[in-house]
């Protein structure tokens, strides 16, 4: 369970706090402090000091000194990798409560609040005693002197969706199945409101989709195809807008194996994109957002064993075009296929995927982004691009020319499922493009959605990268 955060507009003198500044400006600071305190500050930040801890006895008072800096993006990283920072002092000083007072310029609160509470993120669901490995903040509370309480419940449920994100990304195989994930999508629709529908492996056989049964041959469980949906009584949009996730609970490459290290042991989290979706529909039915949305959710596991489909094979996907399949392993763009062709159905206004997909883009960009494609106006990708900004969840927009759809032709079907040894995450995508017939975008988070070293307050293992970033677009749609 991660810290609770709400909105306060009172102080108790027992309140630990922490009082955000800039470190050049110490007037607003100092009525909180006694005089030798504010003389200790002025010392400390002059000497170059990022914070200062007063321990009186029945409270803590913590103060942060931001620099100021021009860039209102950069700043607003500044100030939640510095709130992530303060985690072990409040860990040193047994601190569970904090209340922020933000005396700052830029009125940071908001973001040194986020990076507090992702930071204090840990799974702790499979210890002996979770109590211990937990992390140290019970609650987080943001005076709302320059702040709307409605700003502090969107940063909640923010904080929730990711976290939510997270803990499905984190859960291994043993656990989270195919038809575990669809289980896990009708408790987040029961708690939040959202409509949700499972196709179980009969009904999946009866729509013929092709690439998702291909993919669940090697499996011993059966597939899901999980539809969510938010459709407001008074929505803005009169088209949906759907969000498709890969599902790939586990991905072993299939009879095309991967190497065990550094590949195969983290594979569980090649759900990541599926995260994005439970995630983000989880926060939009929370925020209620005016707008009619739809994430869709195509899921197996990828195993060598049983009937599993092999290199050579001739798939017959869901939109009646085949594929001939040349490398068991990118079967995250089976799946898709088929979930995006059923998109069409919908007639939609936007389709955004998310995936895992290719270590190609992983290489790309490393895990401080991740890639984009699409065929969505300009218009649309400056937004998203801006909302990447905003949550540094930030992308890099690779090419989709004509060149890159010859690399898939195929001598015996009408097309491959790999392009050869060159631009691997582009022929992904161009992959993708074939089963598309409206404005989309495809964002391969590979490189980022699970990291095997502590990152600031992304942390370690599943970063529920994709649902910030959703949840800051839509809002501003």
């Known amino acids: 369970m991660n810290c609770k955060i709400s909105s306060v507009r009172s102080l108790k003198s027992t309140d630990n706090l922490l009082i955000i500044t800039n470190n050049n400006n110490l007037k607003e600071t100092s009525e909180f402090l006694a005089e030798n305190e504010s003389a200790v500050l002025k010392n400390l930040f002059t000497n170059g000091a990022r914070y200062a801890v007063f321990n009186r006895g029945n409270a803590v008072v913590v103060v942060l000194g931001l620099p100021s800096t021009k860039a209102p993006n950069n700043r607003k990283e500044k100030a939640r990798k510095e709130g992530c920072d303060l985690l072990d002092v409040f860990k040193n000083y047994f601190i569970s409560e904090i209340t922020i007072l933000d005396h700052s310029k830029e009125r940071l609160a908001l973001d040194v609040a986020e990076g507090i509470a992702l930071g204090n993120y840990k799974f702790v669901k499979y210890y002996k005693d979770p109590s211990k490995k937990a992390g140290p903040l019970k609650k987080l509370k943001i005076h709302t002197s320059a702040l709307k309480s409605a700003e502090v419940k969107y940063l909640a449920i923010v904080v929730?969706?990711?976290?939510?994100?997270?803990?499905?990304?984190?859960?291994?195989?043993?656990?989270?199945?195919?038809?575990?994930?669809?289980?896990?999508?009708?408790?987040?629709?029961?708690?939040?409101?959202?409509?949700?529908?499972?196709?179980?492996?009969?009904?999946?056989?009866?729509?013929?989709?092709?690439?998702?049964?291909?993919v669940n041959k090697g499996s011993?469980?059966?597939?899901?195809?999980?539809?969510?949906?938010?459709?407001?009584?008074?929505?803005?949009?009169?088209k949906p807008i759907i969000l498709v996730g890969k599902g790939v609970v586990y991905d072993t490459g299939g009879?095309?194996?991967?190497?065990?290290?550094?590949?195969?042991?983290?594979?569980?989290?090649?759900?990541?994109?599926?995260?994005?979706i439970g995630g983000t529909m989880l926060g939009v039915a929370k925020c209620k957002l005016p707008l009619h949305i739809i994430g869709l959710v195509p899921s197996t596991d990828n195993r060598p064993g049983n009937n599993a489909y092999v290199p050579g094979d001739v798939i017959k996907m869901y939109s009646g075009s085949t594929v001939e399949v040349l490398n068991t392993d990118a079967e995250g763009r089976m799946l898709l296929a088929d979930a995006l062709h059923f998109a069409k159905k919908f007639k939609p206004?936007?389709?955004?995927?998310?995936?895992?997909?290719?270590?190609?883009?992983?290489?790309?960009?490393?895990?401080?982004?991740?890639?984009?494609?699409?065929?969505?106006?300009?218009?649309?990708?400056?937004?998203?691009?801006?909302?990447?900004?905003?949550?540094?969840?930030?992308?890099?927009?690779?090419?989709?020319?004509?060149?890159?759809?010859?690399?898939?032709?195929?001598?015996?079907?009408?097309?491959?499922?790999?392009g050869g040894s060159y631009a691997g995450a582009i022929t992904a995508g161009k992959f993708l493009e074939h089963f598309t017939d409206f404005p989309w975008l495809h964002f391969d988070i590979a490189g980022s959605a699970f990291l095997q070293q502590q990152d600031s307050y992304r942390g370690k293992n599943g970063t529920g990268v994709g649902v910030r970033l959703m949840l800051d677009f839509l809002s501003n749609y």
């Open 160 to 214: 929730e969706a990711t976290c939510k994100a997270r803990d499905l990304i984190n859960e291994p195989l043993s656990y989270l199945t195919a038809v575990q994930l669809s289980k896990e999508y009708k408790k987040i629709g029961k708690e939040a409101g959202l409509k949700v529908e499972v196709f179980d492996k009969k009904k999946i056989q009866s729509l013929k989709m092709g690439g998702l049964l291909a």
């Open 220 to 238: 011993f469980d059966p597939p899901t195809f999980s539809i969510i949906e938010w459709k407001p009584a008074k929505a803005k949009n009169k």
């Open 255 to 276: 009879l095309s194996l991967k190497p065990t290290a550094n590949s195969m042991d983290f594979m569980k989290s090649d759900m990541g994109g599926a995260a994005v």
């Open 349 to 418: 206004e936007l389709v955004i995927d998310f995936a895992t997909l290719t270590g190609s883009a992983a290489r790309a960009v490393g895990p401080h982004g991740f890639v984009m494609m699409g065929n969505a106006d300009d218009a649309i990708k400056a937004k998203v691009k801006e909302s990447g900004f905003r949550v540094h969840e930030r992308m890099v927009e690779l090419p989709m020319w004509e060149e890159y759809g010859e690399m898939l032709k195929s001598d015996i079907a009408d097309m491959k499922n790999i």
